[in-house]
């Protein structure tokens, strides 16, 4: 073996809050975890600005505080936690190989996968700027709706995760625009027909987002086009919510893993293993769902629990 090649017992791949939560596990379990942070430590957390649902923290905390929290936790037991981007794998054969900023190459006995996915945005300059400043622009309702409790928002998507987050922001807000770029809904019959017959939403088809208004600080609306007519028309809102669908980080994984026609991992249900042995999903990579903190951190625990029995099974049969 060269040199340069560094054996792990565990290797976990991403650090959001099912990264940490798998770290904290297995390094219990002595399993000696290193864990590579990725692009975005700390993970989608750390675009949230305050998380007032993930139990334990009674007057709520902000996401990037939270995922230094998770961080210490996990290093107070020793996981070696690094700066890293894994940018190649190899599950073909009895070793894991990963390889880390394309160059360190790694052999691990178990891995797990806890990359997370991202929420897909409409690109617009003024939809990031609020993005950025925290001023009105989320991709999740149930993160941020209660921020808008008695307020006038708009949504934009016709997926199911619009329906659901628009239904939800509706038992909130006053009123919920949802702006729909097509003439129908791809969601299912059912959340449809939810949305339609709610009367707080008012369904805007045919509509496209020509503009997220703002004082410079906060979103103050939103300005709409019709692509049919042209027509411009600005609709006041303080919230803009964006629910077009997530992409999961899983492109690496593609050639050696079962993924579903989005790119989530396929696991065993009812636990984290994947197709190939030792190797291990928890968080978002696995749940289009979901989605939690919370149920990622569950996940995260199922995961080092699962790689750790894995281990004890594979050294039991070799000192039998
Ligand atoms: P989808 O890919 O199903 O839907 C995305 C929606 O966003 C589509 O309506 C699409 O429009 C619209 N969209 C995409 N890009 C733009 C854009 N640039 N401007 C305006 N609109 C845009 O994603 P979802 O997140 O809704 O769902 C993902 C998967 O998860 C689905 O399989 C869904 O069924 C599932 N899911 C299930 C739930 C449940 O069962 N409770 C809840 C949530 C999700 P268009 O239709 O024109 O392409």
Known sequence: MSETIEHVKCLIIGSGPAGYTAAIYAARANMAPVLYQGTQPGGQLTTTNEVENFPGYPDGVTGPEMMMQLQAQAQRFET????GWVTKVDFSGPVHKVWVNGTKEVHCDTVIISTGATAKYLGLESEQKYLKLGGGVSACAVCDGFFYRNQEVVIVGAGDSACEEAHYLSKLCKKVTMLVRRDEFRASKIMEARVRNTENIEILFNTNTDEVLGDGQVVT?????????GALTEIPATGFFVAIGHKPNTDIFKDYLDLDETGYIINV???????????????DAADHVYRQAVTAAGTGCMAALDAERYLAAKEAVVHA
């Open 80 to 83: 070696d936690v690094r700066d």
């Open 221 to 229: 609306g939103v300005r709409t086009k019709n692509n049919i007519t």
């Open 269 to 283: 249900p009812g636990t984290s293993r994947t197709n190939v042995e030792g190797v291990f999903v928890s968080g």
